[in-house]
Every structure is written in C-alpha cells, then in structure tokens.
C-alpha cells in the first residue's frame, strides 16, 4: 500500500506541477479503492471448510469470513464423491452426496489442488467403508 500511495502521490505532483490538479482526486480514489480491494481479499480469505472422516461419520464444518458456522454430520457409508471436470480446466467442482443431498467442497482450492484433496477424501470414505482394522501382535 505504501508503494501504490507514493507512487500515487509522485504522480499526482507531476500533474499538479502541469496544472491538471483535478487527477490527483482520481489518483486518491485509485489508493483508496486498492486498499478497500485488499481489506475485501484479507477478510475472505479468513473462512475456511474442514472435513473430517471416521468409519462412523464425515463431518464437513464451514466457517465464514464472519465466523459462521455451519455443520454436517454424514454416513460415510451412504456418502459418494462426485466430480465435475472440464478436459482444459481439470477438476472444476467437487460435491458430497448423500441421501439426496448436495453439499459443494474444497471451492476454495485450485483445480490441482482440488485433485490431490478428492483422491485423498476418496481413500478416506474407501478406509471408512471397509471399517475399523484391527492388527493382532
């Protein structure tokens, strides 16, 4: 922000000096928007989703940039990955299903992002299916 406000000002002077005093204001507003630009982005950026995946449950939990929370408890066993690619893109959605329901996930993520995140949940929901192991010693 420092560097957009000076450059901002040096232009401004050079203007003023050129007697167009009008364009420092809209140079002021362009600072001004910047900033609210990147409150907006820093704000977003604070929510975020969890999912949690255990043989008796998938928890999928997000919070808002306000600090909303809003929670699901699904059946693992119920509970089926759907994906919707795109051949240029990669993978643009990724949904939660379950008993009629459509919960969307991992938005926030790239689309490579997105790929590692589905193939980890998919083993996940595969590991809770198969249920609890036990080792013998």
């Known amino acids: 922000m420092a560097q957009v406000g000076g450059f901002s000002f040096i232009c401004g002077m050079f203007f003023f000096w050129l007697g167009a005093w009008p364009v420092i204001g809209f140079l002021g507003l362009d600072v001004v928007l910047v900033y609210w630009a990147f409150r907006a982005n820093y704000r977003a950026a604070a929510a975020f989703e969890q999912v949690t995946v255990t043989p008796s449950e998938l928890r999928l939990r997000r919070v808002s940039h306000r600090g909303e929370v809003a929670e ?19 993978l643009l959605k ?15 993520l790239s689309p490579g ?25």
């Open 94 to 108: 990724l949904f939660l299903v379950s008993r009629g329901r459509k919960f969307s996930v991992a938005g926030f």
């Open 113 to 137: 992002e997105r790929e590692s995140f589905a193939s980890a949940l998919s083993a996940a929901l595969g590991e809770a299916r198969r249920g609890p192991t036990r080792t013998l010693v």
């Open 72 to 90: 699901w408890t699904l059946n693992p066993l119920w509970t089926k990955l759907d994906r919707e690619t795109n051949e240029e893109f990669g």
